[in-house]
Structure formats: structure tokens, C-alpha cells
């Protein structure tokens, strides 16, 4: 539909009405509007909001940040789990252990995400009252202007829900997927020739096999950027948490395209970077690969 039928009313004028389209460039064939639209892009000038008025890439930045904070805290944790755990279990193949946290990490990774959330959300905040029911702040508290720790705190109590669903989400996938990985590295033949050399166990496991079988989990951990901030549009949504998630969920709604549009080419933008960090890591975990 016309975006701008939100701004309009039957009581305006005709004049009134062609005016609103023409101050949003609405008045131009799409052919044009698209061009007209890559040229900003080249500029990184995505527009105007239809909603507030405001200029996209200051609303975008906002909430960007937002994001970072929860999907970078919460990936990187998840990563670091991940890894540690599948790195352990892949050791002792055949375990208890290793079948616990297989069959855990499995239920988490297939758990369907607005439901982890709202389990999450309806335990914790609505019948134990830990957490906050959604939200990134506590307006009573900011109004009272309080200190940077008073602040930082604040926050901090607001993340924990999102981020414990975002971290027992994702972890389960880097567990399983390093301890795959570790045990095709231990059947290598440099592992065998580490034994006979009379190599510590510790020393093969964490400088030999391990440092190998991280090639697939830099990878992996390029394209769950891109997963990530799919999965924030649920998350962030769920727990109320100001993010770019959020606002894509919020602009497509009110029809607010700028915005939409300049969300996505942000997103693309960070999820090229990431796949280019990836590359550069590669570089540093096997040698035998030069750009």
C-alpha cells in the first residue's frame, strides 16, 4: 500500500495530500524512487523516517548499539562455552558426560525460540518476580538522575533474561559442531606422531587438536552473525529490548520503509565484516593459508 496512507486523513485536501507524497518523494515512478534511493546508499543518506521524522541512520545507530550489546555479550559467550565444552566432551568420547551434554546441547539448539523466551519471561519475571518483565531500563530509576555504576547496573539487570536465552540458544550449536570437529582431528596423523613423541595429554589436546579443529568454528561463527540478528528480531521483540531487531519488527509495521530499507543495508554491511574478520582468522589458525 501507499506508505504514506498512515499520514493521511479523509479530512485533508487533495493539495495537502500531494504535498505529504512529494515531501517524501513518494510522487516519483518506482524506477525513479530506486535510483534515487541508490544514490543515497552510495552517500550512506538512507532517508528520512516516515514515523518519527527523524533521520534514519541516527535511529539506526541507536538502536545498533543496543544490539551489539546483547548479540556480541551474548555470542561471545556462547562461543566460548561452546568450545570449551565440546573441546572436553570430544576427549572423552563415549562418557556419560560427553551423552549428557549432547543430548543438552541438542534440546536447546532445536528449542523453539519464542517459546524458550516466554518460558523464560512468564518464570522468572511474572511468577518469581527476578527480572524485569521487558524493557532495557527502569524510567523510575533514570528519572532521579542516577550514577554511571547506578546506570550501568540497571542495564545490566535488564540483559540477563535475553542474554541467558540467547547464550543457551546458540551454545548447544558450537559444542556439538567443535565436537565433531575435534574428532576427526584426533584420527590425523600428526596427533598419533604427538603421542609417540611423549607429548603431555593436555598439550595435544588444547596446541594440537584443538587449534585445528577451530577452522570449521570460525566459520561457523561468521555465519551465526547473520543468524544472530534474525534470532534478535525474535528476542528483542520478546523482552521488549530496544534493538535493531525491534525496530525492523516496529518500522515494517507502521510501514515505515526508509527505515526497513536502511536496517537491512546496515545489517548486510556487519555481516560482511564478519565474514572478512573470519578470513583473517583463518590466516592466523593454519598457516598454510595466505592471501
Not at 550512506?44 to 551489539?68: A, C, D, H, K, Q
Request: contains cysteine; aromatic residues 14%; proline residues 4%.
Amino acid at each position: 500500500s501507499d506508505p504514506s496512507s498512515f499520514l493521511l486523513t479523509p479530512s485533508m485536501t487533495a493539495e495537502a495530500k500531494e504535498t505529504i507524497r512529494k515531501q517524501f518523494g513518494l510522487d516519483e515512478p518506482i524506477a525513479v524512487q530506486y535510483f534515487i534511493y541508490l544514490k543515497n546508499f552510495i552517500h550512506g543518506n538512507f532517508g528520512t523516517s516516515f514515523y518519527s521524522g527523524r533521520p534514519v541512520m541516527s535511529i539506526i545507530m541507536e538502536r545498533m548499539l543496543n544490539s551489539i550489546l546483547l548479540i556480541t555479550t551474548a555470542v561471545i559467550i556462547a562461543y566460548i562455552i561452546g568450545i570449551s565444552i565440546g573441546k572436553a566432551i570430544a576427549w572423552k568420547r563415549g562418557s556419560k558426560t560427553e551423552k549428557f551434554f549432547v543430548i543438552l546441547g541438542l534440546w536447546f539448539y532445536t528449542t523453539f525460540t519464542p517459546w524458550l523466551g516466554i518460558m523464560f519471561l512468564w518464570i522468572f519475571s511474572f511468577k518469581l518476580k527476578l527480572f524485569p518483565l521487558g524493557g532495557m531500563i527502569t524510567p523510575e530509576k533514570w528519572i532521579l538522575d542516577p550514577s554511571l555504576m547506578e546506570k550501568i547496573c540497571d542495564m545490566g539487570y535488564h540483559l540477563i533474561l535475553p542474554l541467558i536465552t540467547y547464550v543457551l540458544l546458540w551454545f548447544g550449536g558450537y559444542m556439538l559442531l567443535m565436537r565433531n570437529s575435534m574428532l576427526e582431528t584426533l584420527k590425523e596423523d600428526y596427533i598419533v606422531t604427538a603421542r609417540a613423541k611423549g607429548l603431555k595429554e593436555k598439550v595435544i589436546k588444547n596446541k594440537h587438536a584443538a587449534r585445528n579443529a577451530m577452522l570449521p568454528i570460525v566459520t561457523a561463527f561468521a555465519i551465526s552473525v547473520s543468524f544472530s540478528i534474525g534470532g534478535a528480531v525474535l528476542i528483542e521483540t520478546i523482552f521488549s529490548w530496544p534493538g535493531i531487531g525491534r525496530t525492523i519488527v516496529e518500522a515494517t509495521l507502521r510501514q515505515d520503509y526508509p527505515l526497513v530499507q536502511g536496517a537491512f543495508a546496515v545489517i548486510t554491511v556487519v555481516v560482511l565484516l564478519a565474514n572478512f574478520v573470519a578470513d583473517i582468522a583463518y590466516a592466523y589458525l593454519d598457516p598454510r593459508i595466505s592471501y
